[in-house]
């Protein structure tokens, strides 16, 4: 597996939870990283993106800024979402990508996909 995401689980509305997604691809470092996520029946939307480089450049959906934060580690190949006050309606499958080639908030611009992993949040 080449991206592997971690940290899903069953929350209550208000409640935190971090997700990891762990890279085995060399580029990582030189690499944008991104998570989005998908419902039953809906498209897979963006939540989340991170620069190459130092990760200093962010961007947020707005369903998610100001509680929701990404972050890399380029020692550990990693990138991370740290989801705060959560709602019911963050309640998805959250994928992870790797290798952005075109517009952010588009899937088709990213290269790499992870086999996602499941939140859900009750309320």
């Known amino acids: 597996v080449q991206l592997q995401a971690f940290g899903g689980g069953l929350v209550q509305a208000g409640d935190s939870l971090r997700l990891a997604c762990a890279s085995s691809?060399?580029?990582?470092?030189?690499?944008?990283m991104g998570w989005f996520r998908q419902t039953p029946g809906k498209e897979r939307e963006f939540v989340a993106s991170v620069a190459w480089g130092t990760g200093d450049i962010t961007d947020y959906a707005d369903s998610v800024k100001g509680r929701f934060a990404i972050s890399r580690d380029n020692r550990k190949y990693t990138v991370y979402l740290q989801m705060n006050s959560l709602r019911p309606e963050d309640t998805a499958i959250y994928y992870c990508?790797?290798?952005?080639?075109?517009?952010?908030?588009?899937?088709?611009?990213?290269?790499?996909w992870g086999q996602g992993t499941l939140v859900t949040v009750s309320s």
């Open positions: 990508a790797q290798k952005r080639v075109g517009p952010m908030r588009a899937t088709t611009s990213w290269q790499y």
């Open positions: 691809y060399r580029t990582f470092r030189s690499d944008s």
